[in-house]
């Protein structure tokens, strides 16, 4: 079997990809996997090891240029990009994944004749691809602004059914060594050359026999020693950089390739959210990762190196946001309206990652929840046009759809819909459309979308709440009997001893 991955993203989201190929590879053993990627980034092929049979070039930039630039064949970009096609072509790959999910990997893709194609991509002049609801999930949250509940390897992992686990947490290393990754991408999501001198100051004053060193990119020299000396350097090309990770106690980084890359080499790390990172969509896909996304002092952040270095145990997960996940995770497994979630799965999901206690102190907030989504939810039922009047219009007018606006005002300003139960709804009465109708057609379509979610709170309140009775007839002790009144009831109806334990 041939496979074809096209991942024409940026060089730390192909190293974030890792867990996804090497899911790929678990599920397809024999399989010969080709990798297609931008030329810019072809040094990751150093890093992923034993995942990738062939790396397969395209050159973005010169396409680019050739298309922007006068010193150009006007024809040169489409040789040039109809050459990659027939070369692909003549691979004969069986089947391909788009870890992409934009509009020039559609159309790639959609050029290739490969007889199993899953995720984006254009056919017959429409996208396609859109066939299961974690792919649709994903399509709608993680390109723009929305928030998602789920990490970008965690979507595409259930929308392709590849096995992916975050990095488990590893042996601790007897190193005396940490790493700082201090510069980004981006300016606005830099913690600052400042804070992170301070921070070197600090540890090295409070821990005595570590030392800290600073790892860049040979671009960065000049801009790191203007607060480090050159002694405090690692300037490093990738390979290097992993080298170094493989022989440290702890990293702390910003939202870097670096990031990604000791992520998947199990390496502790503690990582700084600013500006436009998003901790839950793109942060460090690992069980060793501290993740602090606000009051990001120096103090704070030694707190979080000091609990990693001396074995200190995270905070647990936020319980009402797991309870989020889990609701949406019940939606979003089911492959159709009629499926039945698998309530007993996520109750132990939940069980497994928080106290008892605090899922049923986090129940009643949940619970109320629900109870304005089932208000807002009655309010457009209330508020839709008949479909007679809107099929009289040529075009939907505001007076058409005003209760709604009012409905979809009230949810926003409420900033009580954080996972996007009514984000369909809302991005409905933004939409343009060529018959008037087609927006009853599309609100509807949200209803019965947030209906199944809602009836889905509503039973997995339920089997919460019986956690909390089964506590109450324990308390009043029906679960006190004696062990021996057990085992005398096992030797009356059991053969013997031994199956009676059982």
Not at 390 to 408: C, F, G, Q
Request: hydrophobic share 40%; with cysteine.
């Amino acid at each position: 079997m041939k496979i074809l991955v096209v991942s024409l993203l940026r060089l730390g989201d192909i190293i974030q990809q890792e867990p996804l190929l090497r899911g790929l590879r678990e599920k397809h053993p024999t399989a010969e996997i080709h990798l297609l990627m931008n030329r810019q980034f072809a040094n990751v092929e150093r890093i992923l090891h034993g995942v990738v049979d062939k790396y397969i070039h395209f050159d973005r930039e010169t396409l680019q240029r050739g298309l922007g630039e006068s010193g150009f064949n006007i024809l040169y970009s489409y040789s040039v990009l109809e050459e990659l096609v027939q070369s692909l072509n003549g691979e004969k790959y069986d089947l391909a994944y788009n870890f992409t999910h934009n509009r020039l990997s559609a159309y790639l893709l959609g050029a290739l004749e490969i007889p199993e194609k899953r995720g984006l991509h254009q056919e017959d002049g429409r996208f396609r691809g859109m066939d299961n609801r974690w792919l649709k999930y994903f399509n709608d949250r993680f390109s723009g602004s929305q928030k998602s509940l789920f990490h970008y390897v965690e979507l595409l992992g259930n929308s392709f059914n590849l096995p992916v686990r975050p990095q488990a947490a590893g042996v601790r290393k007897k190193s005396k060594s940490i790493l700082f990754q201090c510069l980004t991408s981006q300016t606005a999501k830099n913690w600052g050359l400042d804070n992170f001198v301070q921070l070197k100051r600090t540890i090295e004053m409070a821990l005595v026999d570590y030392k800290v060193q600073i790892l860049g990119a040979p671009f960065e020299r000049e801009t790191l020693l203007t607060a480090f000396s050159e002694k405090d350097l690692l300037i490093c090309d990738l390979s290097e950089a992993r080298k170094h990770l493989q022989d440290c106690a702890l990293l702390v980084t910003g939202d870097t390739s670096i990031k990604h890359l000791a992520a998947q080499m199990g390496v502790p790390l503690v990582e700084l959210v600013l500006g436009t990172s998003d901790a839950v969509k793109t942060g460090a896909f690992s069980e060793n990762a501290r993740i602090l996304t606000e009051d990001i002092t120096v103090e704070r952040v030694f707190g979080e190196v000091w609990d990693e270095l001396s074995g200190e145990s995270k905070n647990i997960e936020n319980t009402a946001g797991s309870l989020e996940r889990v609701t949406w995770k019940l939606y979003l497994d089911k492959g159709s309206r009629d499926a039945e979630p698998a309530y007993v799965a996520a109750l132990q999901q939940l069980l497994d990652s928080h106290p008892e206690k605090n899922l049923l102190q986090a129940l009643s907030g949940y619970q109320e929840k629900t109870q304005v989504y089932l208000s807002w939810q009655k309010r457009i039922i209330a508020a839709l046009p008949s479909r007679e009047v809107l099929a009289s219009r040529k075009a939907v007018s505001a007076n058409d759809v005003a209760e709604l606006i009012l409905v979809a005002q009230d949810i926003i300003k409420s900033k009580k819909d954080d996972a996007g139960y009514f984000q369909g709804f809302v991005e409905s009465l933004l939409a343009r459309y060529s018959q008037a109708t087609q927006i009853l057609d599309r609100v509807q379509a949200d209803l019965e979308d947030q209906a199944e979610l809602l009836a889905i709170r509503e039973t997995l309140t339920r089997h919460l709440q019986s956690l909390s009775m089964e506590g109450a007839y324990y308390a009043k002790g029906i679960g006190q009997l004696s062990i021996s009144g057990f085992e005398e009831t096992g030797k009356s109806l059991q053969r013997d001893l031994e199956d009676a334990k059982l």
